[in-house]
């Protein structure tokens, strides 16, 4: 029987993954041939302008991905947007989201909402970000089935990748090997999503589809040293160094991992291109597709906040993942491509810490 998605409804497959190519399948397009794409241009019959008058739920609207995607909506005109503070509705709580969803009557929801943090956070409450994950995206998703949402994007991670997985990585990749072991407990959680949207696809017929972000930046990004992420403690670390005159200023492990960032306004435009134009159980990935050692970055980030103090390397701290770069040919496909340059971003996101700091 076929869906409105032209997807058929079926039993789940029954057996085990016997080979590297067949975990590849397992996660992408019913099609293996196909390598999982359903792109919806604009000559497509299929594509789906959002409504200015949609009630989109953005979930997770006060944070650094939400808060991006709430303001490249509103600059878009759209006029009903949904959106719930952790204080008015604690999206952990099954009974609260429900009771959410049925008073709004959501149409659309981005799913934005996490727990996150960088390689201390992780490692230090791995519990904590696998439970609070997992049931955010549960009761959001289960809502969004039972009270009819017609089109839903789950954001999660590039995490969710193997460790050592060739380079630049491609949503095949997924399940194909052992997980960074410093956030493996938030790259399952973040797995179990994706599945979780497939699942609703293959069972139910639902538009949900699930994009995995590269390392993200930004305005509204959490500058704790205790919980952020390295692009914005490094812009903590040297703004604090040169206001206090520290001769130098000590960063963890070696320099040389080599990483990713996407300015979360580019991913805001990334994700309603999205809802727009992919339908596909397949994850899709959304970065810049260049990287940076870590300790260019750093000569970056040093530059921008005009510190001119010398750079230590503590190398007994762990360095995570030796390089993660992302495959991008995907979402290219679909009309997108980054605007903001990485030395341009960081100006940006620094001038808008300042002016909080």
């Known amino acids: 029987m076929a869906t409105q ?8 497959p029954t057996g085990t993954v016997t080979s590297r190519m067949d975990r590849r399948w397992s996660v992408m397009s019913d ?58 509705l604690d999206l952990r709580d099954r009974d609260a989201v429900f009771a959410g969803y049925e008073q709004k009557r959501p149409q659309v929801v981005v799913l934005a909402a996490a727990r996150v943090g960088g390689i201390l956070a992780n490692s230090t409450y791995p519990a904590d970000f696998l439970s609070d994950n997992l049931r955010i995206q549960v009761n959001v998703i289960d809502a969004a089935a039972r009270f009819g949402v017609e089109r839903l994007l789950f954001l ?29 407990a938030y790259a399952i959680a973040k797995i179990a999503g994706i599945l979780h949207v497939q699942a609703m696809r293959r069972q139910h017929g639902m538009r949900f ?22 692009l914005p403690a490094m812009i903590r670390r040297f703004h604090e160094a040169k206001v206090m005159g520290m001769p130098s200023v000590t960063l963890w492990g070696t320099g040389r991992p080599q990483r990713e960032f996407l300015h979360v306004d580019d991913l805001a435009r990334a994700c309603i ?49 030796p390089r993660k770069l992302l495959d991008v040919t995907r979402v290219k496909a679909l009309g997108w491509k980054p605007q903001i340059e990485l030395k341009d971003g960081i100006r940006k996101t620094y001038e808008w810490f300042r002016k909080g700091s």
């Open 5 to 12: 998605n032209g997807e058929a409804k079926r039993d789940a």
């Open 273 to 321: 291109v999205i809802l727009e134009g992919y339908d596909d159980r397949a994850p899709l990935n959304v970065g810049t597709g260049k990287d940076v050692t870590i300790r260019e970055l750093a000569e970056a980030v040093a530059d921008v906040v005009g510190y001119t103090g010398d750079m230590k390397w503590d190398t007994s701290k762990p360095d995570g993942t």
């Open 31 to 88: 099609r293996p041939e196909s390598r999982g794409l359903t792109v919806l241009g604009a000559h497509n019959d299929n594509h789906r302008a959002l409504p200015i008058d949609a009630r989109i739920h953005v979930a997770g609207h006060r944070g650094l991905v939400g808060g991006a995607i709430w303001r490249h909506l509103q600059q878009r005109g759209h006029t009903a947007l949904i959106g719930w503070s952790s204080a008015e």
């Open 209 to 230: 589809v699930s994009a995995m972000p590269t390392n993200l930046y930004g305005p509204g990004d959490n500058f704790n040293p205790e919980t952020s992420h390295v």
């Open 156 to 184: 999660g991670s590039s995490c969710i990748y193997p460790k050592m997985a060739p380079q630049p990585i491609t949503e095949e990749y997924l399940l194909t090997g052992p997980l960074e072991p410093t956030n493996d």
